[in-house]
């Protein structure tokens, strides 16, 4: 695995406020975005920061416990992401075994995404959710 980290994305409540608070309030550069679109990314100094709905993003990466309200649980899930994007499919399976190998657990194998990319996740040895993802996004 390269060391680098492509996306750091944040699980949030309110996306337009979120939105509002990193673009208006911390003058975060926002990529073109349609305004339906129910992600946000921003483009940093080296790396990405990405937006994004927390339940939705604790359901993309496997961990969204469904009936935490009604049951009493609590999710362990916290609401952020790492990404590693690497440029194809048989990376991201190949970074994922070696995570693995490394001690890693892995959370949601490599699949086909609704978005047209190809990813999974594992998490490190203290729970941090990495996402390995193909493809590599434009300006990455």
Not at 20 to 26: A, I, K, P, V
Not at 61 to 78: H, Q, R
Not at 88 to 94: F, K
Not at 104 to 109: E, F, G, I
Request: glycine share 10%; net charge negative; no cysteine.
């Amino acid at each position: 695995m390269d060391p680098r980290m492509t996306i750091v994305t944040l699980g949030v409540d309110d996306l337009d406020a979120a939105i509002e608070f990193y673009r208006d309030g911390l003058g975060f550069p926002i990529r073109d975005r349609d305004p339906d679109d129910d992600i946000a990314f921003f483009t940093l100094d080296g790396t990405w920061l990405a937006l994004y709905p927390w339940d939705a993003l604790a359901e993309d990466a496997g961990v969204l416990v469904e009936d935490a309200t009604a049951s009493g649980e609590a999710s362990a899930f916290s609401g952020v992401t790492l990404a590693h994007n690497v440029p194809d499919s048989a990376e991201v399976d190949a970074v994922l075994s070696e995570a693995v190998a490394a001690g890693a657990d892995l959370v949601k194998p490599a699949q086909d995404t609704f978005w047209g990319g190809y990813s999974g996740y594992f998490a490190d040895l203290d729970g941090h959710l990495w996402e390995v993802a193909s493809p590599v996004l434009d300006g990455m």
